[in-house]
């Protein structure tokens, strides 16, 4: 079965251009759905039932794996064995009749405009010793914000991806799949400036493979490192709660909308492949609508109860 999975795996990085993040969430997840059949004596694909199926989703529960996270979980061992019957390594699959469950669309957390311009004055405010560091966070922010890419994307980003003179940048999404999308002057100024002042200063290492924004070793940024460097900051700034770089991209599609955007222009400038899964954004902005009506209509609800219940 371990063999099989990998065989899988290595057809979803080859024929199906998973990203490397995908490929190594989908084995861990795989490992623990053969981890179960395997527990359980179950030695080959045809041998697995639908009750299997649904015992191992429901043991997932019980040891209070996050929703989305079973819903990942699924799609791996759904795809899984997909694959083993389209490829002739089964004769059926047991997840067939087993429906997905819908998964919960929680409203994502934003930053208001003005908490933003808040994180990103504190990049100024950091010591001397940090303050050509300061211009480059700067500008990873200032990216973030204006083009609402993933950190993954931002991470790989290179020199080359970006065109100041048609301010427009060049992402390169999950599955590699490219997406051109619009920067504004304030973001572009910032990344000329650490270019100017903070790259050149950098050590300069091959293995960076020119790509934009650089740690002190001059390689790459990780993931965890930008995480940690908006967490720091957000926190410098008095914003209580979490505030993580995927924020940035729930703030800039939000804003957008709350600005009169349309949803199928912010969709393609976020790169989603369904437009379902912009639309969550749609009720953020229908949420702040709700609040600017209540605040200002003479005859909203909240207005109405108050001015005919105070003495």
């Known amino acids: 079965m371990k063999q099989l999975a990998d065989v899988y ?16 969430a989908y084995r861990r997840d795989l490992g623990k759905y053969l981890a179960f059949l395997d527990g359980r004596g179950i030695p080959a ?18 040891q209070g794996l996050a ?8 799609s791996a061992v759904r795809g899984f064995h997909r694959f083993l019957l389209a490829d002739g390594f089964a004769r059926h699959d047991p997840l067939e009749t087993i429906d997905h469950p819908r998964k919960a669309r929680n409203l994502p957390d934003v930053l208001t405009p003005e908490e933003v ?5 504190q990049t100024t405010l950091q010591p001397a010793d940090r303050r050509h560091l300061w211009v480059r966070d700067r500008a990873i922010l200032e990216v973030l914000y204006a083009t609402g890419m993933r950190v993954s994307e931002l991470t790989t980003l290179h020199q080359a991806d970006v ?19 619009p920067i504004g002057p304030s973001a572009l100024g910032w990344i000329s400036r650490y270019k100017r002042e903070c790259r050149i200063r950098l050590p300069r290492r091959a293995a960076s493979n020119d790509v934009l924004f650089l740690n002190v070793r001059g390689l790459q940024l990780t993931r965890m490192a930008i995480w940690k460097m908006v967490q720091s900051y957000a926190h ?3 914003i209580s709660r979490e505030v993580h770089p995927h ?15 349309d949803l199928r222009a912010v969709q393609e400038m976020l790169g989603h492949s369904d437009i379902s899964t912009t639309q969550v954004y749609t009720h953020i902005d229908r949420s702040y609508l709700r609040q600017e009506y209540d605040k200002y209509h003479p005859r909203s609800g909240a207005r109405k109860i108050h001015a005919e219940t105070t003495p």
């Open 117 to 121: 311009d808040r994180v990103l004055q």
């Open 236 to 238: 410098g700034a008095g």
């Open 247 to 261: 924020t940035f991209r729930h703030s800039f599609a939000t804003h957008l909308l709350e600005g009169g955007a």
């Open 9 to 24: 795996l290595h057809h979803l990085l080859l024929e199906k251009n998973a990203s490397p993040n995908t490929i190594t």
């Open 163 to 181: 065109s100041e003179e048609s301010g427009i940048v060049r992402v390169f999404g999950k599955g590699s799949k490219e997406r051109l999308v």
């Open 67 to 74: 929703p989305r996270s079973v819903m990942r979980c699924l």
């Open 45 to 62: 694909p045809d041998a697995v039932t639908p009750a299997d199926a649904t015992l191992f989703l429901h043991e997932l529960q019980v």
